[in-house]
């Protein structure tokens, strides 16, 4: 059985590409830049693991259609899907540029949605497949100078549930992953000021580590998950409780 992961060249995406390999997938190894992903594959099959680096950006049409056909051809068709590839920008709303604005909602949003689109044919086909999308908590309550990216997370929780009402009674699974601050490359450029303020309002007091979510995205991939549908699992440090 194989998995496409976006996103795998780094941080949370590297740390669940590497659980699901250890849980016996062929793992795709998606990365807008072909060294990322193809360092983080190689260090799979190291391990004696199945991996193929396969390099594209999600949000390009062409694109994501040439990288699920090699995927296809390499591995065969991902019976698991996780959407992590993800992008991260810092700024007051007023000094956002409508440029960077479109750029986050590229990569997370039209990204979830085209890359999904591509692989979703074939898990309705089989009548079986889970897809996994990475969110963020600050899609659930916000995020100060952050009003792009988690207006983009929040558009992919809304994705997520509507999804997962359309698919569910023909047998694909889709849930959603809300990771509070992870330390990873993409929380390590946010501005001190921010990861100091964030760190001291959390109830654990700390953020992250990616292999935590890794752990809850191979349990929603797995069959203990089968009675999850359409939810939104919160590895935030007790940032959002629900």
Same mark, same amino acid.
């Given at each position: 059985? +194989? ?17 699901? #390999?250890?849980?016996?997938? %062929? ?8 060294? #990322?992903?193809?360092?983080? %594959? !190689? ?13 594209? *950006?999600?949000? *390009?049409?062409? =694109? ?14 991902? #019976?698991?899907?996780?959407?992590? =590839?993800?992008?991260?920008? !810092? ?14 909602? #590229? ?32 899609? !659930? ?10 207006? %983009?997370?929040? %558009? ?19 849930? =959603?992953?809300? /990771? ?37 995205? +191979?349990?929603?991939? +797995? ?11 919160? /590895? ?7």
């Amino acid at each position: 059985m +194989s998995a496409l992961v976006t996103g795998a060249g780094s941080g949370i995406g590297e740390a669940i590409a590497l659980r699901l #390999a250890k849980d016996g997938l %062929a793992v795709a190894v998606n990365d807008l830049r072909a060294d #990322a992903a193809e360092r983080v %594959a !190689q260090g799979i099959r190291e391990a004696g693991g199945t991996a193929h680096a396969v390099a594209a *950006d999600v949000s *390009d049409t062409t =694109a994501v259609a040439k990288m699920v056909a090699e995927v296809r051809s390499v591995l065969g068709d991902p #019976a698991i899907l996780v959407n992590n =590839a993800g992008h991260a920008h !810092q700024a007051p709303f007023l000094e956002i540029a409508p440029e960077e604005f479109d750029r986050i909602f #590229a990569v997370h949003v039209r990204g979830t949605f085209l890359v999904t689109r591509a692989c979703l044919p074939a898990m309705l086909k089989a009548g079986t497949g889970v897809v996994v999308n990475i969110a963020s908590q600050l899609g !659930q309550i916000g995020g100060v100078d952050l009003v792009h990216y988690a207006g %983009a997370k929040a %558009a992919i929780i809304g994705m997520t549930k509507s999804l997962a009402r359309e698919v569910s009674t023909r047998g694909v699974r889709v849930n =959603a992953v809300a /990771p509070g601050p992870i330390n990873t490359p993409l929380v390590a450029a946010l501005s001190e000021e921010w990861k100091t303020a964030k760190r001291a309002q959390l109830p654990l007091g700390r953020f992250g580590e990616p292999e935590e979510v890794a752990g809850v995205v +191979s349990f929603l991939t +797995s069959p203990e998950a089968a009675l999850f549908v359409g939810q939104t699992l919160g /590895p935030n440090s007790g940032d959002v409780m629900l």
